[in-house]
Structures are given as structure tokens and as C-alpha cells.
């Protein structure tokens, strides 16, 4: 504290050697030890009051309450007192008397210290500052950026001038912090180009400067998140600093940099290993509500079960002092933890329904939809939401606002929509984006679904509403002129309606767009074709050429999203090995420094592919590298954990069919083992259909094994054996597999997949798959690649596969009991022989 008021002293003296000497008032400042003593001595010499000493006062007031944890800050005492009051009053006449970077300072420190921005002092500071404007330097610059962003004035004129300023004078810029600061205010008036340049110069400044605090890091990432632009190589340098700064962080801006993160799709095993490190000494120390719930927010959802425990056992007894915005903080943390404390739930509830009238409408819609998700149970407080949400709703004039709404009150349970709500959709529908007219038509699926009275008719309001939903979307699509605005509209638009409505003009419109695919959205464009799986050659021929002729502008770690529509879709490019060739030699300078998830799933698509770069295996099956993706996997959520260790699981078994010279042991068994013991083991009536025709045509059931489990644990739905001459072979009696007559597969006693006798010379196992509609695209008859790499293996395990399409079983031409007999005779002994 001495040492701090030291350097004040000196600094000041350093800017007003005149007055330092001599000045009485500016040691009375100096000396003082507090905000009262600050106040008092402004109350005792309000005449004597030069800008110098108001400017240091405001200073001082700032730099005590700074010093003080959040909790014990009285921020309130001082923004109230009289003697405060008459000191904003001094400041407003002699604005125009402060030198520039004072000017500035004077209104930095009014806004920390709570002074609202609509008050006569702000906006006076903020009119001179803009008068100055093109003489001040750039970290006065920055600093006011930041005040104007304090205040929300983000998209002013003013704002905009300041942005001018930065195009002109970017080059002068040599400090990161000062432009980090400028990138945060600018954000949401830049243009692509000027993104770009800001882009670069920051790359250049993050390596050229010298120690670099982590909020310059962290405001970069933030940047790039508001402009929406998840450029790799800068997100690394950044993240590089950040982990070198992990043991300063406190749970606060770990929190805001995970978020940050997860916002930019960038998922950083180092970060966030190192991040749960940090929360986890954090723990005894975060004992406050403010302090806890940043800790609860960040740690909870990468914790494990223990951990997970004790974060619940001390948000119960924290849960009377916490606030209406923590609360909804916790549930929402807690929710994503898939919590089951009902205790807890119940305690956040109960909060909830206290602070009701304080919560802003989309907030509202959040506690609705944490609470539904919660499985929490108290009738009369989600009647009041809805009641809420819906009053919300009629005066609502922001489609964000009301897609919002919307889409939480058809969560909710009710016997039919409002006609207010009905109205309010529909005059917003032509405002709307094509991710807000997927979540109405998705609410109005659920309102025709659950009310009984509209099962046999739908009312004219809905076909009329639904009618307008098909138009406004589909006239969307025709006009749309950007292939990247488009992509961001498309990002989150999954469901029926979007597939059933949208999905063929989404293609006429991405083919229309085609000579917009750059290196640049290749990526982006590669991932929409995966969700939806609709196999357009044109949009992949071109994505193709496009990444092998700018292979080296694509970063490394955008290899997995470009070649997966290809692996999954099961489909070869012209010139399709030089293209898996340029993906694969992209990646392999930078194998050691994929996120460990990523790498797997990486290989995995390459293997579908029948593609096993050696390295990259190698890479893979290591134990080092298998450690640090079991530490990884605890810090993800659980569905993303589950499909990781399956995709590893299946790419091990890839290889050792594929690729047994790479001498990679299958260590799956025991995990392949409980996978089976999770499993319900239904049958479809089809495949129970199937069953009994073969044995029919068999001779018998005993000829036809049900639910086979091989080497390797696939499950064949249906095994025959014939001998050299094609005739069938029965099974022994103790055939392990039975389908029951509630469609169940029933297992016998011993091990299935050691049960593999013997076939006597010439014979040949043949396996019959029935293939849904997910083994094929969407849009045709192309299989996809995981039902092509299952048959690769089935054969290399010994079978002849029989494969059997829904679309062949269920055609006309298979319309009797005799035509599928026959049908069955043919993909049995005649594709076999």
C-alpha cells in the first residue's frame, strides 16, 4: 500500500513539477489512507480545488476500492457521498482544464466507480474526449475505447471514428496490450480487411514484445470470438501465453477463457488440464458467493465424481447468500453437470421464484429451460414462468428475443398456444434467420404433437403459420448472396423441417454459390455436408480442388472437417488419392501437437477410408499418448467421452484386420465386454421377418445363427454355413443365440466369441446384414462408409456378406412371401457362389 502510494507520488510529480513542491492539498491526497480521508479532505478545500487535484482524487477513490477484495468494496458509500457528489460536480466544470490522458483517466475511474453513464459528468467527459479525438495518442485511445464499450457504445459514430483512427495508424501501434485493448473496442465496426490487418499485427506484436500479461491473451480470444473468426495459428500463440500464465489465473478468467473457447469451437487438452489444475487448488480458497460460483461455472463440468460432490455440498450451504444472477449461473452449470441433487435443484428454485419480476426476459426463458432440463418439480413456479414468458412475448420486438421465448414455451407443458403468441411469431417470421424459422417450426411441431385436439385436424392458424415458415425460408435461400453468411445461418439448423423443407434449396443455393468456396470456408462447408448427409459430388469435387490447390493456407488441425464428408459419405473425389495424400502430408509435420480427441477421431475417418498413415497410427497407440487422452476424456462432457472412447475402440480394431504388420495389440476386449452387457439387444420386426424366412429356405432354423458375435465384436445379425457345394450346414444344438418371441436376443451360457469351430473343408460362413436407411445418404442409394469398411472387415474375419437394403426388402417388387424367399435365395447363393 505504501510502495503503491509511493509511485503514485512520483508519477504525479513527474506530470505537475510545479505544483508537487509546494502543494498541500496534493500531500493531504497523498497522505490519505482511505476514501474518507480522500472525501474529507475535498469537503475541507472544495475552493481551493484545481483539475489536477480532482483528477488525483478520483484517482485515489479508485485505487482504494481497487485494492479491496470485490466483496468488501463499498462502492455505493462512495458513489453517494456528499462530498463525492460535489467532487463530480467540480470535475464537470473543469473538464476542459484536464490534459488529455487525464481527461481520459477521470473517466475510467468515474465508471469503476459506478457512476452511471447517463450522468451529466460521464457525458461530458465522453463529449470532450470526442472532441479530442485525433490528437490523442494510442494508449489514451485504447483506454477510451474501452470506457465507450463500459457504456455500451460499441456501434456509435464515435466508435466508428475511433475505428477510422486505428486503420490509419495501426503501423504506429508497438504495444500489444494498448491493441489488444483497441481490437475488444473496434470489434463490432471492422471490416474483413481491417479484421485481417489486426489479425496480423497482433500475430507480429506477440512475438516481438517482452512479458506479456494474460489479459492482452485473453481479450485477443475475445475478439475473435465477437467477429466471429476462429483463425487457428493466433489462437495458439495466445493460448501458449495462457498456459504459461495458468498458475496466476483465478477461476473468473478461467471461466471466461473456457467459455471463449467452447464459443470458437477450440478445445485445448494443455488448457484445459492445466485450467482443472488450477480450479482444483482453488477450491478451499473460493469460500465467497462471488468467487464460488466462478469456480462452480468453470470446474464443474470437467470434474470428477468426487469433486463434483463436494462443489454440490458447498453451493447447498452457500445457497442462501447467493443472488438472483449467480443462481441462474449455478443452475445452468448444473445442468450441463447432468446433476440429480434434488435438494440443490429444489434450493435454486426457490431463489428462483423470489427474484422472478428482476429477471429480464431472455433470462426468464434460461431459468425455464434449466429447470425443465433439471426435471424439477414444482408445478405452480413453472406456470408463473410460462405466464411470464408469454407476457414477455407479446411485447417483445427482437426476433432473438422471441425465437427465444418461443422456443422454451413449447418446452413447457400446455393443451394449446396462446393466439397472442401465434400473432407475435407471425409478424416477426420475415425478420427471421434460418436458424430462428427451424426453432418456430420446431415449437410448432411440439404444440401439434402434444395437443390431443389436433391429432386428426390441424387449425387453420397453424397451416397458415406453417405455410409462411415454408415461404420466408425458402425465399431466404433464393436470395441469399454470401456463401459464408449463409454457412453461419446453416451452422445450427438441424431437425425434420429444415430436412423435409429446406434441404434440397440449401443445395441449389450452395451450388449456385460455388465459385465463393475458398480455402477459408472449406472447412466450415465440409462440416454442414457431414451433419446432413446428403451426397452433392458437385460441392465435393469442388471442396477438393479448392484444398489441394491452398493446402497450405488451410491450418493443420481443419484436416479432420475437410476430409470427413468424403470418409463418411463414402465418396472419391477426381484425383482422390493426391487429394488424401496433400490432407495427409499437410497434418503429419504437426501429428504431436493435434488435441489428443481430435487425433482419434482424425485416424478414425482415415481408416473408414481404408487409409492407415503408419505415423499417425504409431503416433496413436502409444502409451504416453493413450495417458494423455485418459486425462483429456475426464475433462469432456460425457456423450463427447463416450464417442471418443468408441471411435478409439474401432479404430483399433482397424487396424489389427487392416493392419496387422503395424503389430498393434487389440487391448479392446474387456471394454467390448461391457458394451455388450449395456446393450437391450432388440431386434427390429424386419430382421425378425428376415430370421424366419431364412430358415425356411435354409431347411430349418437350426441352419441360421441370429446375432453372431465375431472376433473383434461385430455382431452379425444373421450367420449361415455352406459347404463347397452351396448347401447349407445346420448349427449344433447348443447355438448360443435366440431371437424370443418379444423380438429379445436371448443369450446362452459361454463366450459367443470364442465359440468358432471348425468349418469343414470348403465351407464358408456367410453373413447376412440388413442395411437401414442410415447406411445410406440421404438424397440416393450410395452407401455410406462405415457400411462399407464393416463388410471390408467382416471379410477379412472369413465371411461372404449378404448385404440387404431397406430399399430392395421393402419394394414393390418385393411385395410377397415367395419374392423375398427368392430375393434371399439369390444374395445367399448366387452373390456367394
Given at each position: 500500500?505504501?510502495?503503491?502510494?509511493?509511485?503514485?507520488?512520483?508519477?504525479?510529480?513527474?506530470?505537475?513539477?510545479?505544483?508537487?513542491?509546494?502543494?498541500?492539498?496534493?500531500?493531504?491526497?497523498?497522505?490519505?489512507?482511505?476514501?474518507?480521508?480522500?472525501?474529507?479532505?475535498?469537503?475541507?478545500?472544495?475552493?481551493?480545488?484545481?483539475?489536477?487535484?480532482?483528477?488525483?482524487?478520483?484517482?485515489?477513490?479508485?485505487?482504494?476500492?481497487?485494492?479491496?477484495?470485490?466483496?468488501?468494496?463499498?462502492?455505493?458509500?462512495?458513489?453517494?457521498?456528499?462530498?463525492?457528489?460535489?467532487?463530480?460536480?467540480?470535475?464537470?466544470?473543469?473538464?476542459?482544464?484536464?490534459?488529455?490522458?487525464?481527461?481520459?483517466?477521470?473517466?475510467?475511474?468515474?465508471?469503476?466507480?459506478?457512476?452511471?453513464?447517463?450522468?451529466?459528468?460521464?457525458?461530458?467527459?465522453?463529449?470532450?474526449?470526442?472532441?479530442?479525438?485525433?490528437?490523442?495518442?494510442?494508449?489514451?485511445?485504447?483506454?477510451?475505447?474501452?470506457?465507450?464499450?463500459?457504456?455500451?457504445?460499441?456501434?456509435?459514430?464515435?466508435?466508428?471514428?475511433?475505428?477510422?483512427?486505428?486503420?490509419?495508424?495501426?503501423?504506429?501501434?508497438?504495444?500489444?496490450?494498448?491493441?489488444?485493448?483497441?481490437?475488444?473496442?473496434?470489434?463490432?465496426?471492422?471490416?474483413?480487411?481491417?479484421?485481417?490487418?489486426?489479425?496480423?499485427?497482433?500475430?507480429?506484436?506477440?512475438?516481438?514484445?517482452?512479458?506479456?500479461?494474460?489479459?492482452?491473451?485473453?481479450?485477443?480470444?475475445?475478439?475473435?470470438?465477437?467477429?466471429?473468426?476462429?483463425?487457428?495459428?493466433?489462437?495458439?500463440?495466445?493460448?501458449?501465453?495462457?498456459?504459461?500464465?495458468?498458475?496466476?489465473?483465478?477461476?473468473?478468467?478461467?471461466?471466461?477463457?473456457?467459455?471463449?473457447?467452447?464459443?470458437?469451437?477450440?478445445?485445448?487438452?494443455?488448457?484445459?488440464?492445466?485450467?482443472?489444475?488450477?480450479?482444483?487448488?482453488?477450491?478451499?480458497?473460493?469460500?465467497?458467493?462471488?468467487?464460488?460460483?466462478?469456480?462452480?461455472?468453470?470446474?464443474?463440468?470437467?470434474?470428477?465424481?468426487?469433486?463434483?460432490?463436494?462443489?454440490?455440498?458447498?453451493?447447498?450451504?452457500?445457497?442462501?447468500?447467493?443472488?438472483?444472477?449467480?443462481?441462474?449461473?449455478?443452475?445452468?452449470?448444473?445442468?450441463?453437470?447432468?446433476?440429480?441433487?434434488?435438494?440443490?435443484?429444489?434450493?435454486?428454485?426457490?431463489?428462483?421464484?423470489?427474484?422472478?419480476?428482476?429477471?429480464?426476459?431472455?433470462?426468464?426463458?434460461?431459468?425455464?429451460?434449466?429447470?425443465?432440463?433439471?426435471?424439477?418439480?414444482?408445478?405452480?413456479?413453472?406456470?408463473?414462468?410460462?405466464?411470464?414468458?408469454?407476457?414477455?412475448?407479446?411485447?417483445?420486438?427482437?426476433?432473438?428475443?422471441?425465437?427465444?421465448?418461443?422456443?422454451?414455451?413449447?418446452?413447457?407443458?400446455?393443451?394449446?398456444?396462446?393466439?397472442?403468441?401465434?400473432?407475435?411469431?407471425?409478424?416477426?417470421?420475415?425478420?427471421?434467420?434460418?436458424?430462428?424459422?427451424?426453432?418456430?417450426?420446431?415449437?410448432?411441431?411440439?404444440?401439434?404433437?402434444?395437443?390431443?385436439?389436433?391429432?386428426?385436424?390441424?387449425?387453420?392458424?397453424?397451416?397458415?403459420?406453417?405455410?409462411?415458415?415454408?415461404?420466408?425460408?425458402?425465399?431466404?435461400?433464393?436470395?441469399?448472396?454470401?456463401?459464408?453468411?449463409?454457412?453461419?445461418?446453416?451452422?445450427?439448423?438441424?431437425?425434420?423441417?429444415?430436412?423435409?423443407?429446406?434441404?434440397?434449396?440449401?443445395?441449389?443455393?450452395?451450388?449456385?454459390?460455388?465459385?465463393?468456396?475458398?480455402?477459408?470456408?472449406?472447412?466450415?462447408?465440409?462440416?454442414?455436408?457431414?451433419?446432413?448427409?446428403?451426397?452433392?459430388?458437385?460441392?465435393?469435387?469442388?471442396?477438393?480442388?479448392?484444398?489441394?490447390?491452398?493446402?497450405?493456407?488451410?491450418?493443420?488441425?481443419?484436416?479432420?472437417?475437410?476430409?470427413?464428408?468424403?470418409?463418411?459419405?463414402?465418396?472419391?473425389?477426381?484425383?482422390?488419392?493426391?487429394?488424401?495424400?496433400?490432407?495427409?502430408?499437410?497434418?503429419?509435420?504437426?501429428?504431436?501437437?493435434?488435441?489428443?480427441?481430435?487425433?482419434?477421431?482424425?485416424?478414425?475417418?482415415?481408416?473408414?477410408?481404408?487409409?492407415?498413415?503408419?505415423?499417425?497410427?504409431?503416433?496413436?497407440?502409444?502409451?504416453?499418448?493413450?495417458?494423455?487422452?485418459?486425462?483429456?476424456?475426464?475433462?469432456?462432457?460425457?456423450?463427447?467421452?463416450?464417442?471418443?472412447?468408441?471411435?478409439?475402440?474401432?479404430?483399433n480394431r482397424a487396424v489389427s484386420l487392416e493392419c496387422p504388420e503395424f503389430q498393434i495389440p487389440w487391448f479392446h476386449e474387456r471394454y467390448c465386454q461391457q458394451l455388450l452387457k449395456k446393450g437391450n439387444g432388440s431386434v427390429t420386426a424386419v430382421q425378425q421377418q428376415i430370421h424366419k424366412m431364412l430358415g425356411e429356405i435354409l431347411g430349418g432354423m437350426?441352419?441360421?445363427?441370429?446375432?453372431?458375435?465375431?472376433?473383434?465384436?461385430?455382431v452379425v445379425e444373421f450367420e449361415c454355413i455352406l459347404d463347397r457345394n452351396k448347401k447349407p450346414i445346420p448349427y449344433v444344438e447348443h447355438s448360443r443365440l435366440l431371437i424370443t418371441e418379444e423380438g429379445k436376443v436371448q443369450w446362452g451360457p459361454g463366450s459367443p466369441v470364442n465359440d468358432r469351430s471348425e468349418l469343414p473343408p470348403g465351407a464358408q460362413?456367410?453373413?447376412?446384414?440388413?442395411?437401414?436407411?442410415?447406411?445410406?445418404?440421404?438424397?440416393?442409394?450410395?452407401?455410406?462408409?462405415?457400411?462399407?469398411?464393416?463388410?471390408?472387415?467382416?471379410?477379412?474375419?472369413?465371411?461372404?456378406?449378404?448385404?440387404?437394403?431397406?430399399?430392395?426388402?421393402?419394394?414393390?417388387?418385393?411385395?410377397?412371401?415367395?419374392?423375398?424367399?427368392?430375393?434371399?435365395?439369390?444374395?445367399?447363393?448366387?452373390?456367394?457362389?
Amino acid at each position: 500500500m505504501l510502495r503503491l502510494r509511493s509511485v503514485c507520488r512520483s508519477s504525479w510529480r513527474l506530470l505537475h513539477p510545479r505544483v508537487a513542491g509546494s502543494d498541500q492539498v496534493l500531500e493531504q491526497l497523498f497522505a490519505s489512507g482511505s476514501e474518507e480521508q480522500v472525501l474529507d479532505v475535498v469537503g475541507r478545500n472544495k475552493a481551493k480545488l484545481s483539475a489536477a487535484h480532482v483528477g488525483l482524487a478520483v484517482s485515489r477513490l479508485w485505487q482504494f476500492q481497487k485494492e479491496k477484495p470485490q466483496m468488501l468494496r463499498t462502492l455505493e458509500f462512495t458513489r453517494t457521498h456528499p462530498q463525492f457528489l460535489a467532487l463530480c460536480v467540480l470535475a464537470e466544470n473543469k473538464v476542459e482544464q484536464l490534459p488529455d490522458s487525464e481527461l481520459v483517466d477521470m473517466l475510467y475511474n468515474v465508471l469503476r466507480l459506478s457512476v452511471e453513464p447517463h450522468d451529466s459528468l460521464v457525458q461530458e467527459l465522453v463529449t470532450e474526449g470526442w472532441r479530442r479525438i485525433d490528437r490523442l495518442p494510442m494508449a489514451p485511445l485504447s483506454k477510451f475505447a474501452n470506457c465507450l464499450n463500459d457504456q455500451h457504445l460499441n456501434s456509435s459514430p464515435l466508435m466508428g471514428e475511433i475505428t477510422e483512427i486505428v486503420r490509419q495508424k495501426l503501423d504506429s501501434v508497438k504495444d500489444a496490450r494498448v491493441l489488444s485493448i483497441l481490437m475488444i473496442g473496434v470489434s463490432a465496426l471492422v471490416s474483413p480487411r481491417l479484421r485481417d490487418a489486426l489479425i496480423q499485427k497482433m500475430d507480429f506484436l506477440l512475438d516481438t514484445t517482452g512479458p506479456i500479461h494474460f489479459n492482452t491473451p485473453r481479450r485477443v480470444i475475445q475478439f475473435l470470438r465477437n467477429v466471429k473468426h476462429s483463425y487457428r495459428p493466433l489462437m495458439e500463440k495466445c493460448n501458449r501465453i495462457l498456459l504459461r500464465s495458468a498458475k496466476d489465473l483465478d477461476a473468473e478468467n478461467i471461466s471466461i477463457i473456457l467459455g471463449l473457447y467452447q464459443s470458437l469451437q477450440f478445445n485445448n487438452c494443455d488448457f484445459r488440464l492445466a485450467a482443472k489444475r488450477r480450479l482444483s487448488e482453488l477450491l478451499d480458497s473460493c469460500t465467497d458467493p462471488v468467487s464460488f460460483t466462478r469456480l462452480f461455472a468453470a470446474l464443474g463440468p470437467m470434474a470428477g465424481q468426487e469433486t463434483r460432490e463436494r462443489l454440490e455440498s458447498s453451493a447447498l450451504l452457500l445457497a442462501e447468500e447467493l443472488n438472483s444472477q449467480q443462481a441462474l449461473a449455478l443452475a445452468e452449470t448444473m445442468e450441463e453437470m447432468e446433476c440429480r441433487n434434488l435438494q440443490l435443484i429444489n434450493k435454486i428454485g426457490t431463489i428462483f421464484s423470489k427474484n422472478l419480476e428482476g429477471y429480464k426476459p431472455v433470462e426468464i426463458a434460461r431459468i425455464t429451460q434449466v429447470l425443465i432440463l433439471l426435471h424439477y418439480q414444482n408445478p405452480e413456479l413453472l406456470t408463473k414462468l410460462r405466464c411470464f414468458l408469454v407476457s414477455h412475448l407479446q411485447v417483445s420486438v427482437f426476433p432473438y428475443e422471441v425465437t427465444m421465448l418461443t422456443r422454451v414455451l413449447s418446452m413447457l407443458p400446455s393443451p394449446r398456444l396462446d393466439e397472442e403468441v401465434t400473432s407475435r411469431v407471425d409478424d416477426l417470421l420475415p425478420q427471421c434467420n434460418l436458424s430462428d424459422l427451424n426453432t418456430f417450426a420446431t415449437a410448432m411441431a411440439k404444440w401439434v404433437r402434444h395437443d390431443p385436439s389436433y391429432r386428426h385436424v390441424m387449425p387453420r392458424v397453424y397451416v397458415k403459420l406453417l405455410q409462411k415458415l415454408n415461404h420466408c425460408g425458402l425465399e431466404r435461400l433464393r436470395k441469399a448472396d454470401s456463401l459464408d453468411l449463409l454457412l453461419e445461418e446453416l451452422k445450427y439448423v438441424p431437425g425434420e423441417w429444415f430436412e423435409e423443407v429446406l434441404l434440397e434449396e440449401t443445395m441449389l443455393s450452395l451450388q449456385r454459390l460455388i465459385d465463393q468456396i475458398s480455402w477459408s470456408n472449406v472447412p466450415e462447408l465440409a462440416v454442414f455436408l457431414t451433419r446432413t448427409n446428403h451426397l452433392c459430388t458437385p460441392l465435393l469435387d469442388r471442396i477438393a480442388s479448392v484444398s489441394m490447390e491452398h493446402i497450405e493456407k488451410i491450418h493443420y488441425s481443419a484436416m479432420y472437417a475437410t476430409i470427413l464428408p468424403f470418409t463418411v459419405l463414402n465418396y472419391d473425389p477426381p484425383q482422390g488419392d493426391e487429394f488424401f495424400d496433400a490432407c495427409i502430408q499437410h497434418l503429419r509435420p504437426h501429428i504431436s501437437s493435434f488435441d489428443p480427441h481430435l487425433l482419434v477421431l482424425l485416424a478414425y475417418s482415415l481408416a473408414v477410408a481404408d487409409c492407415f498413415p503408419e505415423d499417425v497410427i504409431r503416433e496413436i497407440f502409444n502409451v504416453d499418448f493413450l495417458a494423455k487422452l485418459d486425462a483429456q476424456l475426464e475433462t469432456l462432457p460425457d456423450a463427447l467421452n463416450m464417442r471418443i472412447r468408441l471411435r478409439l475402440m474401432e479404430l483399433n480394431r482397424a487396424v489389427s484386420l487392416e493392419c496387422p504388420e503395424f503389430q498393434i495389440p487389440w487391448f479392446h476386449e474387456r471394454y467390448c465386454q461391457q458394451l455388450l452387457k449395456k446393450g437391450n439387444g432388440s431386434v427390429t420386426a424386419v430382421q425378425q421377418q428376415i430370421h424366419k424366412m431364412l430358415g425356411e429356405i435354409l431347411g430349418g432354423m437350426s441352419y441360421a445363427k441370429v446375432s453372431v458375435l465375431t472376433p473383434y465384436f461385430y455382431v452379425v445379425e444373421f450367420e449361415c454355413i455352406l459347404d463347397r457345394n452351396k448347401k447349407p450346414i445346420p448349427y449344433v444344438e447348443h447355438s448360443r443365440l435366440l431371437i424370443t418371441e418379444e423380438g429379445k436376443v436371448q443369450w446362452g451360457p459361454g463366450s459367443p466369441v470364442n465359440d468358432r469351430s471348425e468349418l469343414p473343408p470348403g465351407a464358408q460362413r456367410v453373413a447376412v446384414d440388413f442395411l437401414d436407411s442410415k447406411s445410406f445418404c440421404k438424397n440416393s442409394r450410395h452407401m455410406k462408409g462405415e457400411a462399407v469398411m464393416r463388410k471390408r472387415h467382416l471379410e477379412i474375419l472369413g465371411y461372404n456378406v449378404a448385404q440387404i437394403p431397406h430399399f430392395e426388402w421393402n419394394s414393390m417388387e418385393l411385395s410377397t412371401r415367395d419374392a423375398w424367399k427368392e430375393y434371399l435365395r439369390k444374395k445367399i447363393f448366387s452373390e456367394n457362389s
